[in-house]
């Protein structure tokens, strides 16, 4: 799936991912691996396109919780195996870096500098590829 939003110009916007098909949805869905150049157009017709790499093969959780139960205490990325030369870094709302890892051996403890972090939203950048243009971002939240 990918979601795109929009901002400025004049609504209402149309979206492609194909840049044939256009739909008023801003969601896409039942789509295959692969590079997609997501397109967004205005009432104006002012057109944006951004290239987006899709990878079904990765799961990557939204939330956490850290408690001890042996449940969900840690966060990690399913299918991460396929990009050893992966970077993944965690940050809070204000853009402080709180975690990275680098390579496809990773989970994330809800700790930083050795202290658990509360229940909150951060958000996550996770570069795939050494050249940086496979690039993932999201946010997580730790629920306690």
Wanted: aromatic share 16%; charged share 20%.
């Amino acid at each position: 799936m990918i979601e795109v939003f929009a901002s400025g110009g004049v609504q209402p916007y149309v979206y492609s991912y194909d840049g044939d098909t256009w739909q008023t949805s801003n969601i896409f869905t039942n789509l295959p691996s692969g590079v997609y150049t997501i397109s967004i157009m205005d009432d104006n017709y002012c057109l944006i396109s951004k290239e987006i790499f899709l990878d079904e093969s990765l799961s990557i959780p939204n939330f956490f919780t850290p408690n001890g139960d042996g449940y969900n205490d840690t966060w990690v990325i399913t299918g991460l195996y396929h990009y050893p030369d992966a970077v993944v870094q965690i940050f809070d709302r204000f853009g402080k870096k709180l975690y990275s890892s680098t390579g496809a051996d990773f989970s994330w403890d809800g700790t930083y500098a050795g202290k658990e972090l509360p229940s909150e939203t951060y958000w996550y950048v996770i570069t795939l590829d050494s050249n940086k243009k496979q690039v993932l971002k999201g946010s997580i939240t730790i629920k306690r």
